[in-house]
């Protein structure tokens, strides 16, 4: 398994603005993974991120909306653009290493 | 795209009943995973399955991956309170690390003390 450490756990935003969320593993991985996870909702697949590429993007999300970055091995970070209140979600890392293991997630209020 | 189907969408039961929930998926998944998920909390896995048939417990939990490869059930026995929460199945198409995970809608498990 993996420790995987996000930051922030929580924040308030006011609409307009960018938030990054900070994901650190305590372990070499080679893709990261960002969720999305709307109030009540399950999990959604944001985009997958390797080290040293663009990241991948699944259908509905744009890099200019939710630009990542993956500097190295153990961290990687996701950045919510012009926010507005459909933005309101819990964002969640993840590592795969045959399985899937999460970070706590960041809890994001747009107001 | 694929998709996977969970159900029950909830359920309400007394302590010290059995549980069981299952996901059925609308194409071949190679890896099924069963997680729980407590408010404020990411996911937690539970269980991870990669053969088709394989049936795996972790206490009192034990899921099994179905035959065709498109279904898997988890069952519960004996639930206690702790046991509240939000389980989730997920299957991904692939083996490795870079395989993508779809998750099922959730299963909202309450228990009546």
């Known amino acids: 398994s993996a420790v995987i450490s996000q930051k922030p756990s929580r924040d308030i935003c006011q609409r307009g603005t960018s938030l990054t969320i900070q994901c650190q593993v305590d372990?070499?991985?080679?893709?990261m993974f960002w969720y999305r996870q709307q109030p009540g909702q399950s999990l959604t697949l944001i985009a997958t991120?390797?080290?040293?590429?663009?990241?991948?993007?699944e259908s509905g999300f744009v890099i200019d909306k939710f630009p990542i970055s993956r500097p190295n091995l153990t961290f990687s970070t996701l950045t919510v653009s012009n926010m507005s209140p459909e933005d309101s979600s819990i964002y969640l890392c993840?590592?795969?290493?045959?399985?899937?293991?999460f970070g706590q997630g960041t809890r994001l209020t747009v107001v | 795209g694929q998709q996977l189907n969970q159900s029950p969408q909830s359920m309400f039961i007394q302590e010290g009943e059995d549980v069981s929930m299952n996901c059925t998926s609308s194409?071949?998944?190679?890896?099924w995973l069963w997680y729980k998920q407590d408010p404020g909390e990411g996911p937690v896995l539970l269980i991870a399955?990669?053969?088709?048939?394989e049936l795996t417990s972790n206490g009192r939990l034990t899921a099994q991956f179905g035959i065709t490869r498109k279904d898997s059930f988890l069952n519960i026995s004996a639930s206690i309170p702790s046991d509240v929460g939000i389980y989730f199945c997920?299957?991904?198409?692939?083996?490795?690390?870079?395989?993508?995970?779809?998750f099922g809608s959730g299963t909202r498990l309450s228990i009546r003390p």
């Open positions: 993840s590592v795969g290493t045959g399985s899937a293991f």
């Open positions: 372990s070499q991985v080679t893709m």
């Open positions: 991120a390797n080290q040293g590429s663009e990241a991948t993007y």
């Open positions: 194409s071949i998944f190679n890896t």
């Open positions: 399955l990669y053969k088709a048939g």
């Open positions: 997920a299957g991904s198409a692939g083996y490795s690390s870079a395989s993508k995970i779809i």
